[in-house]
Structure formats: structure tokens, C-alpha cells
């Protein structure tokens, strides 16, 4: 199977916390958390279309004016995701700068904020054609912790306590695969092409079975065209295969409470990016940071299956000697407390 993304951390393990996932059938990106992002490329700024802020202490959010500078004359948008609060302060970040010119260009950029509240999600727009002044939107509401759904994959938040702090940890889950079988198609004497980006769409829709698709191609001898009964399609070249959970957990605090959920929240997940601040050693420490210990994010992976653990936002005070919290993580992971 192959997956729809690639996941990588922004800055490595010692650097602002940021996790971004290249959705690599689709001209597009998602990004958790967006501190420091100068190391990304142009290229793959300009893919983002959606960011997801766990909390906006500055290392994760201060980056939003660096993709603002490089995004602002496409026509695209885009959306973003933060806690309690986060409208206002999207709006003060625009409202810092003076856009006497920008109503003129040919784009409208526009960036669509999204305020997390318990079950409840505001939204405001904010156009450059307007200036980015605030347009309220309608509420939307938030089930089963889910924030965005989309065709392909959906991405869930749920808040964890940071020193009295609400910090959201995420989860990109994809939809179940739909993976074309080669040799049947061959069978079939049928190519590939586009027409299978149809039949997987149609068929994640529950189209039914007597519904009909056409499916167009080139030969030596000029184009050929036959219509085939969707469910035939469906069950003689697709195959159905549970899609993956990629997890993103940092600034949250090592206490029961949070412990306990994150195990819950984690459960089972393909992979999860886990913040591994720092030693046990220095547990005290971390108790007044309101972070988890490498030891601690080791445990909680271990105890929620989850399948392949990346620790990351070790703390600069152990810089450059990533290998003991590396270590530390990896017997808890092993091992559990």
C-alpha cells in the first residue's frame, strides 16, 4: 500500500516543533504548528493549505507571518486551526501591517481562521482584497473531535493541559484505501488513466453498483470508449485497505490526567510525533516546564501501541547530545515505565 503522505519533522529534534505532511497526490500540504519554518522551501510553502496551531507561545505560531509574506499574491488561501482566542489573534497579526496597496493586486488571498472550543468551532475570514478586515462566518460544530474532513483523509484536535494551557495535540487520519489492482485491469484489457481517479471517487461516495462510468483511451488505432457498470469495476480492481494515523503530540504536561488521554488519543496510531523535552533526570524540571520527559513519551507510545514513535522538541539545554534522550525514549517505548 502505498500511503497518500510523507510526514517530516520541520526543524529536527532540537528546533521549533513542526510536523509537515505532504499530501502526494494532491497539490497540497498540511503543517502542525508553524514556528520556524525559514528551512522549508518555497516550493513547499506554497503547497499549504491548511495549518493547525497546538497553542500560540511563539514557537509555534510565529511563523505565520513568514508564510503570509511568501503566500500573499496566490489566490488560494488558507485555512487555520487554533485554541480559544485564536481569531483575535490572527486578526492582530494582519492588523500589525499596513495594506494601503494590497486590495489592488490581482490575487485575493484570503486566510480563513478557526477558533477550537470544546464542541464548538468559530471561523472569521479575512480577505486581501478587503484589507483583512474580520468577516464573521458561521459556527461550525466539532464531532468526535473532528476539525476538517476531506475526501481523502480527516484531521481530528483534542486539547491537553499546558501549565493551565489548553495545547491540541492532532491526528491525520486518512480514509480507507481504494488500491488498483494491475493485473486485473490487464484482464480487462483496460489502461490506466484518469478515469481511475473517478471510479475511487465514485465508489468512496457509495455510488451504486448499476450506475454506469465510462472509461476513454488511445491506441495505435485511435481512441476506444466502453461503459462498464460501476460495481463491476468496484469489486473486480479495487481493493478496500484500512488507511493510516499519523499523530502529533507536543507542550503538554506529564501529569495522570494528561497521560491517561494522550494513551487514548494515540491509541493504535501508524505513527506519532511525541515531544521528548527532557531526562527523567530532570523530571522536576519538566513538572515546572508542564513538558513531558523522554521517559515519559517512551511509556505513553508503548502504552498506545502506537506503531512507529518519533521523539522531537528535546530541550536546547542538553544541545548537541541528542542521543540520551534518544536512548531514554527508546527503553520506556520498548519497555513502558
Request: overall charge negative; glycine content about 6%.
Amino acid at each position: 500500500m502505498r500511503p497518500i503522505y510523507q510526514a517530516e519533522l520541520v526543524n529536527g529534534v532540537f528546533g521549533d516543533p513542526g510536523v509537515y505532511i505532504d499530501l502526494k497526490f494532491a497539490s497540497r500540504a498540511l503543517l502542525f504548528d508553524i514556528g520556524d519554518i525559514s528551512r522549508l522551501p518555497t516550493r513547499k510553502l506554497l503547497r499549504i493549505s491548511d495549518v493547525f496551531v497546538s497553542h500560540t507561545h511563539m514557537d509555534h505560531f510565529a511563523g505565520f507571518d513568514h508564510l503570509l509574506r511568501v503566500c500573499l499574491g496566490r489566490d488560494a488561501g488558507v485555512r487555520i486551526y487554533g485554541p480559544r482566542g485564536f481569531i483575535d489573534q490572527v486578526e492582530h497579526k494582519l492588523h500589525a501591517y499596513t495594506w494601503n496597496l494590497v486590495e489592488n493586486y490581482v490575487s485575493d488571498f484570503a486566510v480563513t481562521a478557526h477558533e477550537l472550543d470544546g464542541a464548538n468551532m468559530r471561523r472569521a475570514l479575512f480577505r486581501s482584497r478587503n484589507r483583512f478586515e474580520r468577516e464573521p462566518l458561521q459556527d461550525c460544530p466539532i464531532v468526535d473531535d473532528v476539525v476538517l474532513s476531506d475526501e481523502q483523509f480527516q484531521i481530528r484536535a483534542r486539547a491537553f493541559d499546558h501549565h493551565g494551557l489548553p495545547s491540541y495535540a492532532f491526528a491525520f487520519e486518512e480514509h480507507t484505501h481504494l488500491n488498483v489492482w494491475k493485473n486485473r485491469l490487464d484482464e480487462l484489457g483496460l489502461p490506466t488513466g484518469p478515469w481511475l481517479t473517478d471510479l475511487k471517487r465514485r465508489a468512496r461516495a457509495g455510488e451504486p453498483d448499476e450506475a454506469t462510468i465510462e472509461v476513454r483511451w488511445r491506441t495505435r488505432e485511435g481512441s476506444r470508449s466502453e461503459h462498464f457498470a460501476l460495481g463491476e469495476l468496484r469489486h473486480r480492481v479495487l481493493e478496500s485497505v484500512a488507511g493510516q494515523r499519523v499523530c502529533y503530540v507536543t507542550d503538554v504536561a506529564g501529569h495522570a490526567d494528561n497521560r491517561r488521554e494522550l494513551i487514548s488519543f494515540l491509541h493504535d496510531a501508524d505513527a506519532a510525533f511525541i515531544e521528548a523535552v527532557f531526562l527523567d533526570a530532570d523530571r522536576e524540571h519538566a513538572e515546572r516546564k508542564a513538558h513531558l520527559t523522554a521517559a515519559q513519551a517512551g511509556a505513553i507510545a508503548k502504552a498506545a501501541g502506537v506503531k512507529a514513535a518519533m521523539p522531537f522538541h528535546f530541550s536546547t539545554r542538553y544541545f548537541p547530545e541528542e542521543q540520551p534522550l534518544r536512548d531514554e525514549f527508546e527503553r520506556s517505548y520498548q519497555k513502558g515505565l
